[in-house]
């Protein structure tokens, strides 16, 4: 049985999400591994939620197809809240093994104004976080 059966990823549908999902991809097929992405839509009003909502579905299909055109198995998973305590609530709500996102890699004044979701998830996740940096290519 593999040691990550079941890997949740973090997705926020920038061009970083390439960098992670590559990594992922490959890591799950040498392990048989189950890929789950998730996408938190966090929105302030219905029609902005619709809106997010359906473009995350859009970018979530399109990264699913092209793993399983790879031969991986994989569920989407959409939320809608705040960022950290969705993901959070998603782990503890379901058996994943491995949490695995993209760090955008900003500089000091741009975590302290658009904040840092890994850092969070990093003191507040019970399983195994894998971060992985943004390929500067894509």
């Given at each position: 049985?593999p040691?990550?059966?079941?890997?949740?990823?973090?997705?926020?549908?920038?061009?970083?999400?390439?960098?992670?999902?590559?990594?992922?991809s490959?890591?799950?097929?040498?392990?048989?591994?189950?890929?789950?992405?998730?996408?938190?839509?966090?929105?302030?009003?219905?029609?902005?939620?619709?809106?997010l909502r359906?473009?995350?579905a859009?970018?979530?299909?399109?990264?699913?197809?092209?793993?399983?055109?790879?031969?991986?198995?994989?569920r989407?998973?959409?939320?809608?809240?705040?960022?950290?305590?969705?993901?959070?609530?998603?782990?503890?709500e379901?058996?994943y093994d491995?949490?695995?996102?993209?760090?955008?890699?900003?500089?000091l004044?741009?975590r302290?104004?658009?904040?840092?979701?890994?850092r969070?998830?990093?003191?507040?996740?019970t399983i195994?976080?894998?971060l992985?940096?943004?390929?500067k290519?894509s």
């Amino acid at each position: 049985m593999p040691v990550y059966s079941n890997i949740l990823v973090a997705i926020d549908c920038s061009p970083a999400d390439e960098s992670v999902i590559s990594h992922v991809s490959d890591l799950a097929l040498e392990l048989g591994s189950t890929v789950h992405l998730l996408h938190i839509v966090h929105s302030h009003t219905l029609d902005q939620e619709r809106d997010l909502r359906a473009r995350a579905a859009e970018t979530l299909e399109r990264y699913s197809s092209a793993m399983k055109a790879k031969g991986l198995e994989v569920r989407i998973v959409i939320r809608s809240g705040e960022p950290e305590k969705e993901i959070i609530r998603e782990t503890v709500e379901n058996s994943y093994d491995l949490l695995a996102m993209a760090t955008h890699g900003h500089n000091l004044p741009e975590r302290i104004l658009f904040g840092s979701v890994s850092r969070a998830l990093r003191d507040r996740s019970t399983i195994p976080l894998l971060l992985v940096r943004q390929d500067k290519q894509s």
